[in-house]
């Protein structure tokens, strides 16, 4: 277990859904939040929130996940601020839906280019400083990361990246006291679908699947706080999610059938 008063953390993608729901739960438990995305109004009304709601000031730093320079400023600077780095949040992430004949492989590259090597680029940065305070890198994966979904050929292929890397981190500093929690939600109200990219590389502007179905993004931001005290391992969200990565292990084909079933009842289907 691992108290979070006083700890400083990094929160990528904090702008929207899962990241500023991250950055409130994280602010509310003590910790020092430093905010990171591009999006500055947006990170700017999120530290009016969070001086409103709970008196803190929260570090609001614009950068870009897929420049490595943005990543090593973000780290530079919160240690610089804050004297130091114990959570390093990769949040930040993108997604897209087409068939993988239609896409358009420049969205391609761009949905690999955020979710995996903007989650490389920030956890490299971070490492020396979370290392040297035994604290915690977290990357945010997906179910996707476990079970390839169809129409969503560079999401999975990027998140099942992610996992990989993930491991490789934890494994290189076992003997360091280094935590890496490989967190893994299921379907979560966020802006996520709506900013996804179609075929032709344009975003969609509109969810293609029923939102108030899901998790919110704030109970999504619970269980990840919660692991991260508890310095879990991995965490699958969601009874959905978890029947998808435990299927899949056990019986693929029927997961294959039921995946493609799953996604067969989106709004206007792309598989
Ligand atoms: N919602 C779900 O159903 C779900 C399920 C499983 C996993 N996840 C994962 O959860 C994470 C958060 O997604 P979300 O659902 O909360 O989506 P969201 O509401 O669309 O938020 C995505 C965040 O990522 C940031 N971002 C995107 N591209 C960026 C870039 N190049 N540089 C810096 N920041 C960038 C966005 O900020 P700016 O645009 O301001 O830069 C935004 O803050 C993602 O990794 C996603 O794959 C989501």
Redesign the pocket.
Known sequence: MQQLEGKVAVV?????????ALALELTAAGTQVVA????RD?LLALAAEVKSRMGRDLHVIT????RPEDNERLVAETVQRHGRLDIFIA?????MRARLVDADLESLRRVFE??FW?ALYGIRAALPHVVAQGGSIVG?????GYRGLPGRAA?SGS?FALNGLLEVVRTEYLARGLHVLTA?????????RK?ALKADGSAGGESFRNEGE?MT?EQCAVHIVRAIVQRRRTLILTRQGRLAVWLNKLWPSLADRLVWQTMRREDDPVV
């Open positions: 990528t993608g904090a702008s929207s859904g899962i990241g500023r990171a995305a591009r999006n947006e950068a870009d996940v897929t949040n930040a992430g993108m997604t955020v979710n903007g945010v994966s997906s179910i996707a999401y998140k893994c939600p299921g379907f979560t109200q966020s802006n996520i900013r899901m993004a």
